[in-house]
């Protein structure tokens, strides 16, 4: 079921708007990729996922813009398809389909509807309200007509086997299989580049559990080091401490910690949280101050750059790329897909 959405078109776009817009298709031909380089210099060749980690963020965003036109183009082909399908079903056109089982059903919007929606929009507009209120009264109709055969179409997926096959753009990302909570086998991987330092990324900690509760079995989460040192001072120390603490069994334990509390992150904080936690101080701090871990942080960094990864936190499910501050909803949208694809259960099927 479609959502109700508001009538934001201009007055006097929507005066010219009084013929029924029918339900339309777009197809695009998508074009091949190409494993060869885009660019050689002095005989070094610059491939294409270089370029992510130069523009990363942009680019995954394009195609993520892309992957949604698509996407909105498909849903209306599907749902031309299904009107061609039930018309043939019923012996009748598709547009006397439609009127019969749509248009017949909507009633004229009444005089203070379209008084109402003419205040609105006044602005718009120097013509009074009775000069214009038959169009305005169409507008409405039209609009709502249009929303409910997009509703109708909709309705007709349960009559019919549809399977989706567009998939959304995806980045490969790997990760530490020892930094990794939940079922290790789950069918979904939520990769999490995040900085211990940075206030966004311990607000999605939270969400994060609640997630993997809800999921159970279903999605495991990694975690990825990526210290925004130049804003963040301790960051990169932070994230050498989570190895350390690894060293000795107790990653999550000291991820956890030190996420709980922000403003014990310096050298000192970070030594009293890990004998806390019943880690051997003396190795610990010896651990720290030696930097052992210091490259193997740069490696993180470096990872998450190459996939396009330039603040925190940003995640990526199954390789569908997410960055920033998210809702549950956003998870589960696409932890829910992935399931679908791979033939597991989501969230919303469950609680069926």
């Not at 005089?111 to 109402?116: F, I, N, P, T």
């Not at 030190?258 to 030594?271: I, P, R």
């Not at 101050?289 to 996939?307: P, W």
């Amino acid at each position: 079921m479609l959502r109700q959405k508001p009538v934001k078109a201009s007055l006097l776009t929507l005066l010219c708007y009084l013929s029924l817009a029918t339900l339309c298709s777009a197809q695009a031909k998508p074009q091949a990729g190409t494993d060869g380089p885009v660019a050689v210099v002095a005989g070094q060749p610059i491939y294409e996922q270089d370029l992510m980690s130069v523009a990363g963020p942009s680019l995954l965003d394009l195609r993520k813009q892309e992957y949604k036109l698509k996407s909105d183009a498909l849903n209306q082909s599907i749902r031309k398809k299904l009107i061609e399908v039930e018309a043939k079903k019923k012996g009748l056109s598709t547009e006397d389909l439609l009127k019969q089982e749509v248009d017949s059903k909507i009633s004229d919007p009444s005089d203070d509807v379209a008084k109402g929606y003419y205040l609105a929009v006044k602005s718009q507009t120097t013509l009074p309200f009775e000069q214009i209120k038959s169009q305005v009264k169409q507008l409405l109709k039209n609009a709502e007509i249009q929303q409910a055969r997009e509703q109708y179409a909709d309705s007709l997926r349960d009559k019919v086997e549809v399977s989706i096959l567009l998939q959304p753009p995806v980045v490969h990302v790997d990760y530490d299989t020892a930094r990794v909570k939940g079922n290790t086998d789950a069918l979904v991987t939520i990769v999490e580049f995040a900085d211990f330092q940075c206030p966004f990324c311990s607000g999605a900690q939270p969400m994060l559990k609640e997630v993997l509760a809800k999921y159970k079995g279903k999605v495991k989460l990694a975690y990825q080091d990526f210290p925004l040192s130049q804003i963040h001072q301790h960051a990169e120390i932070a994230a050498e401490a989570s190895r350390c603490a690894l060293a000795q069994g107790k990653y999550w334990e000291m991820h956890d910690a030190m996420f709980a509390d922000q403003s014990k992150l310096d050298e000192v904080a970070l030594v009293k949280t890990a004998a806390g936690l019943g880690l051997d101080q003396n190795s610990f701090e010896s651990c720290l101050k030696s930097g052992k871990y210091r490259a193997v942080v740069q490696r993180d960094v470096e990872a998450g750059s190459q996939a396009g990864v330039n603040a925190t936190p940003t995640f990526f499910i199954n390789g569908e790329f997410l960055s920033g501050p998210q809702s549950d909803a956003d998870f589960t949208k696409i932890i829910d897909r992935q399931l679908s694809i791979l033939g597991g259960k989501g969230l919303a099927q469950a609680s069926r």
